[in-house]
């Protein structure tokens, strides 16, 4: 599934980029080359890097969003 359609980037990029060390959403999407668009990824995108957090290794911390 797609999680950016601007960019064309893909449920298995991200996570990917998050097995290779990405941590942040930031880090995301410089590894998966998402340039600023339309902004519909970013609730996809951090919960993918939820659900890549601390229960699935045991090391890393959860990012959450920040609120405006």
């Known amino acids: 599934m ?4 601007c960019h064309a980037v893909t449920e298995d990029d ?7 060390g990405a941590c942040t959403a ?5 590894a998966c080359g998402m340039k600023p668009g339309c902004g519909a990824c970013t609730k996809r995108l951090y919960g993918l890097i939820r659900q890549h957090g601390p229960e699935s ?12």
């Open 2 to 5: 797609y999680v950016c359609i």
């Open 14 to 20: 991200v996570r990917g980029c998050l097995a290779q």
């Open 26 to 30: 930031r880090e995301v999407r410089a």
């Open 57 to 68: 290794d045991g090391e890393r911390g959860t990012v959450q969003p920040t609120a405006a």
